[in-house]
Each structure stands twice: as C-alpha cells, then as structure tokens.
C-alpha cells in the first residue's frame, strides 16, 4: 500500500516540480530527537533535486506559500493513498514539468515523506 502511495505521489509530482528556474536552497529539516535526516542518502539526494528545481518557487518545508508545506504534505499522505488533482490543495493548480523524471520524482517524494519525522 505504501509503494502504491509513494508511486502515485511521485507521478503527480513528476507533473508538478521539475528542474529549471531559480537555484534555490532547500531548507534542512530539524531532525527528530536520537535520528539525523542529513545522514539519509534518500533526504540528502531529494533535498539536492528540490535544491536544483523550481518548486521553492511555491513550497516551503515548513509554512504555506502558493503550495501547501511539504511537511503538510508529508503528515497528509504519510499512510493514505495519493489522489492528485485539482482541487486537492486549493483552487490553484500546480504547473507541469513533463522534463522531471519519474526516478528523480520519486526521490523528491521520499525526502517530502521523511519530512514526517521531523515534525
């Protein structure tokens, strides 16, 4: 069930952040007590791709900001099935990117989800 989850979340952002536009920097999450986040291979490479794409441009790790927080993202699709579409996050919908791939998709979608346990 939750590869099924992570896979169709990975597709839907494989539609919604590529690479391109500003070289922002993703912001490092706090890692939870006894656990360091920047130690995982998953976090570190996901944090790179977000680093080298645009969707700073309307996420943040931790506040709203055009998008919803990936954290928020993180605790709503921790254990449930991903339904993407409009609509799900508000009216406003998010640009595609058909040149992501769905390998580097699915790892920004692994650093989203590990965002849970930091929270």
């Not at 494989?14 to 130690?39: I, N, Q, T």
């Not at 291979?41 to 790790?61: R, W």
């Not at 579409?85 to 595609?96: E, H």
Request: glycine share 10%; charged share 20%; proline share 5%.
């Amino acid at each position: 069930m939750k590869k099924i989850s992570i896979t169709l979340f990975a597709l839907m952002l494989l539609g919604a952040c590529g690479s391109g536009g500003d070289k922002k920097e993703a912001a490092p999450a706090p890692a939870s007590a006894g656990s360091s986040l920047s130690s995982n291979p998953d976090y570190q490479k996901g944090l790179e791709l977000i680093a080298k794409s645009d969707c700073l441009t309307c996420h943040k790790v931790g506040e709203k900001l055009i998008g919803p927080s990936y954290k928020d993202v993180s605790a709503k699709y921790e254990s449930n099935d991903v339904k993407g579409g409009q609509g799900v996050w508000g009216q406003i919908p998010m640009t595609a990117h058909p040149q992501l791939s769905e390998a580097d998709a699915k790892q920004m979608v692994k650093y989203i989800l590990l965002l849970k346990t930091a929270q």
